[in-house]
């Protein structure tokens, strides 16, 4: 069983419960886990669900941080489901430990996965 359906009952999840998480592609094929939240410290929002995608597609790195609002829970898989592919993830703008003071960084990344950023 995921950890996300813990309490499959309840709108709110502890952080803990989603961490672990099977996050599936738009072919229901497992690609990867939830390693992660980064939660903005003002408005509190999830901000990214940083993904451990261990030795998926031979990509150079084990995580990669995921705009929250590319995902949605999807309880017929007990996961949730992205329709990231794997061409965004090889392109996805590169990440360092900067890029999280880096509003422009942060705005090319919810742009080239076509989701809705959380500041908005």
């Given amino acids: 069983m995921a950890r996300a359906t813990a309490h499959p009952d309840h709108r709110l999840i502890s952080s803990e419960d989603v961490q672990g998480t099977v996050v599936y592609g738009a072919d229901n094929k497992n690609i990867g886990e939830v390693d992660h939240l980064l939660i903005d ?7 990214y ?4 995608f261990g030795g998926f ?11 929250w609002s590319a995902l949605r829970y999807d309880p017929t898989l007990d996961g949730y489901r992205t329709g ?3 061409a965004q993830l090889r392109d ?3 990440f360092s430990d900067d ?3 880096d509003r422009s ?5 919810h742009q080239h996965y076509g989701a809705s950023t959380y500041w908005d």
């Fill in 41 to 47: 410290k003002l408005s509190g929002r999830v901000a």
């Fill in 49 to 52: 669900a940083v993904m451990s």
């Fill in 57 to 67: 597609l031979g990509l150079a790195h084990s995580h990669y941080p995921i705009p």
């Fill in 84 to 86: 990231i592919t794997e």
């Fill in 92 to 94: 996805a703008p590169d």
């Fill in 99 to 101: 890029a999280w003071s």
């Fill in 105 to 109: 960084w942060e705005s090319q990344t």
